[in-house]
């Protein structure tokens, strides 16, 4: 995932195990199509974001897609450990204030993806949490 240009953001790391209060981190700039997110300077981003059991984020990709979306985050991300760990909550919130959600519950090291169509497309704020956004 890392052949990208690189789009650093920044703010809290760790887990996130308060209900209500998810980390975030954000970039002025925001994660333009073809590019791939850093933290910190870091594009690693296992040494960040990190849920309850294990579960954590390695890479965060914005890329194109033909079809019914016109762009897609793709999540290199493990989910937690364990019979009834739960899952790793993620929000990414674009340019244009509109934020897509994704829950990541296999604890298997695979990319995950959220596709959507927007006006205004560049990720200007990540979000994780060991508890869902939505209730």
């Known amino acids: 995932m890392s052949n990208y240009p690189i789009t650093d953001f920044q703010g809290d790391c760790g887990e996130s195990s308060q209900q209500g209060r998810p980390n975030s ?8 199509c073809n ?30 897609s033909p079809g019914i979306y016109d ?15 739960g899952s790793m909550y993620l929000a990414f919130t ?4 509109d934020t897509y959600y994704l829950s990541i519950y296999s604890s298997t090291r695979s990319v995950h993806t959220v596709r959507y169509n927007s006006e205004k497309p560049a990720i ?3 979000w994780w949490s060991d508890y869902s956004f939505t209730v």
């Open 71 to 85: 762009f897609v985050v793709n999540v290199d991300a493990q989910g937690p450990h364990g019979f009834g760990s």
């Open 35 to 64: 590019e791939a997110a850093s933290i910190q300077g870091n594009t690693d981003l296992s040494t960040c974001m990190r849920a309850n059991n294990g579960a954590m984020v390695y890479g965060i990709t914005l890329t194109g």
């Open 25 to 32: 981190v954000g970039s002025v700039k925001g994660l333009q």
């Open 94 to 97: 674009d340019e244009s204030g």
């Open 124 to 126: 200007k704020r990540i």
